[in-house]
């Protein structure tokens, strides 16, 4: 008899299971729209969000601590054509190969804080439960995103969800919510403590502990013992200690029950609620402000975030220099408070508006003439900078026959830099010797070339090499003789290496619509030397490792 096949709980949809094999793009610095430092490790990326993520994840796996994103919330009018099963298949093949590479990129203390309305919010809650796991759901938090209902709907739609998932429950700690200023207010300062102000607490405790039930004494002589049920805060030698710091409240007259004094000053802030008004982090109609105060009530976005809204997230979920990331980054938002409140960020955003909007409104947070938002509220007054990327080009094509061909738009160092996230090492180039582009030890090194490798240029290669170290050599093409020549060197040929691998020629992967992966590599080691077309792409920044 066979053993039950073990069940699970899950959401199914058309396409679940068939997600793209992505290719490992490399990102090209546009140093005509970077600006500022560029030491600070702020990225801004246009390009598919898919791809972009992809390229990150080599670099960026485990070293961003929070992740905000805001995607299309599929309303109706997500798609060109609606279907109640069809489309919303279609906004869930959108999501999760996303959310797969988003939480790669979390360090183990981070936390996702997605934003979603009603449409697919609990969809996308059965997902997130698959992906980061049931145990590590935080909350469902109800941000009060109007300020009157919307006279259209049976019942005014008030609110949108924010689904908090933490990587690894066990690590993961929020920060807390700093005072208000009505609850700043409540502290006063009666005996003109020079701490400043301070609210108090009883100072008694429930239940019965014999080592906390003396009898103690009031600084008027009053003498007093626990009420019934109770016992006293502390033992009696941590009580005389807070006596003798001005720490215990006994009234004005000195003869009131004992009560624990809690300074302004030392205070650490409240643990945030699930549930979020509009008075505290802002609403739709404060974000188009915002919005339109930067670029204009015609260019403005349909439906911005507030800044209060990302600085409540991002005050709970990092500390100072902290990485953040968006993804799906809209008018910049995410970005612009991040850097305001002294984090590093990424963002990405496929429109034109990366460069049309974001582009200036992060020079404007750089330049401190953005004043607007949480600008006077954290004192902001300018700094810092960002790197502007796009998205290499695919690195193979089909020419007019059909034949799969390295993309005229690579130079070398993009090739050298490509090839290497295509075999999983770090492209980092040796200044004294050339044939160690990239490694994935110290020991262990990638070649790319475009030139026909003889036999003579392979012993050479060998002749530098220490005995203990190993070297992969990609390349167009090779002479006969080469082939299992020397056992610590490889040799690979390119394009016919990669084929099969993952689905090139691809540039947007705004709806996922599974392709068809490219036929598998045929026998790879032929002798003619094949040669390159000419390539006269002019040289581009190639982003490396920015930590390293």
Known sequence: MKPQQKQKLELTWIGKGEEPKLEPRILI?????????????????????LLALKALEQDFAGKVKCIFIDPPYNTGSAFEHYDDGLEHSQWLNLMVPRLRILRELLSEDGSIWVTIDDNEAHYLKVVMDEIFGRRNFVANVIWQKRTSPDARLYIGDAHDHVLLYSKSSPKFALNRVPLNASQSAQFKNPDND??????STDFTAQGWRPNQMYKLTTSAGVEYEPPPGRCWANIESEFLRLVGDNRVWFGKDGKSRPRTKNFLSEHEGVRAWSWWSNAEVGHNQEAKKEINDLFGADTAFATPKPERLLHRIITLSTNQNDLVLDSFLGSGTTAAVAQKM??????????????????????????????GGISKAVGWQGGGGFRYFTLAPSLLNRDKYGNWIISKEYNPDMLAAAMAKQEGFRYQPDELVYWKQARSSEKDFLFTTTAFLTA???????????????????????????????ANISIKKIPHMLLGRCEFGREDYSLNIVQVPVEESPDELADEPDELPENDAPARSVQTNLFD
Not at 29 to 49: A, K, R, V
Not at 458 to 484: T, V
Request: charged share 30%; proline share 7%; aromatic share 4%.
């Open 29 to 49: 610095e546009q140093p005509e729209l970077s600006y500022g430092d560029p030491t600070t490790g702020n990225m801004l990326i246009q390009g598919d969000n």
């Open 194 to 199: 020079p701490r400043g102000p301070w609210t």
């Open 342 to 371: 002294g984090r590093r960020y990424i963002g990405i955003e496929l429109g034109d508006h990366a460069r049309t909007h974001c582009q200036p409104r992060l020079k404007k947070v750089v330049d401190g003439s953005d004043q």
């Open 456 to 486: 003579e240029m392979l012993d050479g290669i060998h002749d530098e090499m220490q005995p203990e170290e190993s070297l992969l050599i990609a390349c167009k093409a090779f002479q006969r003789e080469c082939r299992n020549r020397h």
